[in-house]
């Protein structure tokens, strides 16, 4: 990170609510709402200074986000866990009742038999014909780990 950029983070933990709405002006182009407290100011000052030294998020982020939100939304009681990362290109490789199956990785989702899919779970069902978790049938996952990751 940046001298400036470190410079500015830190200057945040002190600065009064007067300076903050200075900074959130300078920032965005627009002061923040009357209401917005003190607290909820920093962190969002904090992402954006470090998003005008560094550059906003790269779009297969901003889409991972989009998908949890989405995931969020029709299913309020899910972890919306982020998926395994695995580069685009990536074969994934499965032997299920003496047949090979390969899956690609695409930046949309993955590739199977000529088709595309949004999950490994659709791929999964479709060569075992019951539900399966996608990442537990292809090996990203083990039948042992919770769903919070450990």
Known sequence: MCNHCTKQLKQLTTADKSDLRSLWQELFGQPPQEALRRELMLPILAYRIQ????????????????????????????????????????????????????????????????????????IARQITGTRWSGPLFFGLRHSTERRSGS
Request: proline fraction near 4%.
């Open 51 to 122: 998003e005008k030294t560094h550059g906003c998020l790269q779009a297969r982020s901003r889409n991972e986000l989009r998908r949890m939100s989405e995931e969020l939304r029709t299913n309020p009681k899910t972890k919306a866990l982020p998926r395994p990362q695995i580069k685009s290109g990536t074969s994934l490789i499965r032997e299920w009742q003496g047949q090979t199956h390969r899956v690609r990785v695409t930046d949309q989702g993955y590739e199977y038999s000529g088709k595309a899919f949004s999950s490994l779970s659709q």
